[in-house]
């Protein structure tokens, strides 16, 4: 198990990594304006995904060991054909994509949702190293692929489209070499695939879509009121900021997995305790660290256009550090088959970023988005620390840290390595 979680966190790291190096690249090739849009794309395939997922992810890996993959495959096929078609729709009705990227996106989105539904299969298989080093290998390329594109003179957003294909085909041809092993499941009787995959990915989807709206939809309301550029610098200082997360996300896995396996009430509370004060604890070391950073290093590394950084990651850290604690709520309560909490919060949130977003962001600009996103991560963690204090006992004072954790920590590494 720590092995897995190792190779987990360094996949994440190396994944990171790539993305900042394909800011990097943006920023000094594209400018702001390339940023922007480049954002507004990842944007949109990441709404294209979504619809798919409500029959992938968490679902779908439930399924992997008790269904063959010639029943499990093809409704999720089907089904990522039906929602990018529906993506593709929203996308252009809407217009929130620039002119002429819209079919472009929902390609992308339809290619990766099928190399997600591959990769579910891997976690489903309990096979996580190659996993891991799929997912290395689809950062690597669309970073090789974009630096060298968008060298050519004139070179626009265009080029990262034209990488992103290249990434996307590169997991779905190794995703689908890797899941040609078969691996065997256990025998269940007849299993409704149709009605598992819905019935699991509803709520699950449910709070990611909103979630996803916490998120991102200060990007379109920064294009909307101000202008493509200011919203490529915001990105980038987006991407710093949820940066800190990393550590959180890959313990959280970790969490979900331990959780789900155990019916022991207080070992759920005491591994969710200490998976929540050493998110928070990784996240506090990465946000100063990026704090302690002037903006002028910021602007040599991402290119002259981007400035400001500094001041909007001080604002963006309260509300990620909300987050990382809601990383160890969420999954918990995902653990523990109370999902309703998960999807409560992120529509607690969602309301927050409406009301403040359309007031705040087109009079403060990435400030006010900056500030919006806080309180809506903010509002966020708040309720599911209530609802997580009130299902298990926990008093305000197991909340911070003490002696006691360090013990717990030591006990949690022994039970890892086993």
């Known amino acids: 198990m720590l092995k897995a979680i190792s190779g987990t966190v360094l996949a994440r790291i190396a994944t990171t990594a790539m993305g900042l190096l394909v800011a990097v690249v943006a920023g000094h090739r594209l400018g702001a304006e390339g940023l922007g849009v480049i954002g507004l794309v990842v944007l949109g395939i990441t709404l294209v995904r979504l619809g798919m997922d409500l029959m992938g992810g968490g679902a779908l890996i439930y399924l992997v060991p008790r269904v063959p993959l010639r029943k499990l495959l093809p409704p999720c096929y089907a089904w990522a054909v039906v929602a990018t078609v529906a993506g593709w729709g929203i996308l252009t009705l809407l217009h929130l994509v620039p002119e002429g990227y819209a079919l472009h996106v929902a390609a992308l989105g339809l290619i990766q949702s099928i190399g997600a539904i591959h990769m579910s299969v891997l976690v489903g298989q309990q096979r996580i190293r190659a996993n891991n080093y799929i997912a290395v290998v689809q950062a690597v390329v669309l970073v090789a692929a974009f630096a060298y594109l968008a060298r050519v003179p004139d070179a626009d957003a265009m080029a990262y489209v034209h990488a992103a294909y290249l990434s996307a085909a590169s997991t779905l041809v190794l995703g689908s070499w890797a899941i040609s ?22 709520y699950v989807q449910l709070a990611n879509g909103m979630q996803l709206m916490n998120y991102r939809l200060a990007y379109w309301l920064i294009e909307r009121f101000r202008s493509t550029s200011m919203l490529g610098i915001y990105t980038v200082a987006n991407q710093l900021a949820e940066g800190a997360w990393l550590v959180p996300k890959s313990l959280a896995l970790v969490l979900y997995s331990k959780i789900s396996n155990t019916r022991h009430r207080e070992v759920q509370r005491t591994l969710t305790l200490t998976f929540l004060k050493t998110s928070i604890a990784f996240s506090t070391i990465c946000v100063l660290a990026l704090l302690a950073l002037p903006s002028t290093v910021f602007q040599w590394v991402f290119g002259p256009e981007v400035t400001g950084i500094t001041p909007l990651v001080a604002l963006l850290s309260p509300g990620i550090l909300a987050m990382a604690a809601t990383q160890a709520y ?25 009301a403040t977003g359309f007031t705040l962001i087109p009079r403060f600009g990435m400030a006010g988005a900056a500030i919006s996103a806080t309180c809506a991560y903010g509002i966020n963690a708040m309720y599911q620390t209530v609802a997580f204090m009130r299902i298990t006992g926990t008093t305000f004072g197991d909340l911070w840290p003490g002696k006691k954790d360090v013990e717990q920590l030591k006990a949690l590494y022994s039970m890892l390595r086993r």
């Open 181 to 202: 092993k078969q691996a065997p499941t256990r025998a269940h009787g007849q299993v409704n695939v149709l009605r598992i995959l819905l019935r699991q990915g509803l």
């Open 330 to 354: 969420s999954h918990f309560f995902s653990g523990t088959a109370r999902n309703v909490h998960n999807v409560i919060g992120s529509g607690l949130g969602l309301l927050a970023t409406l």
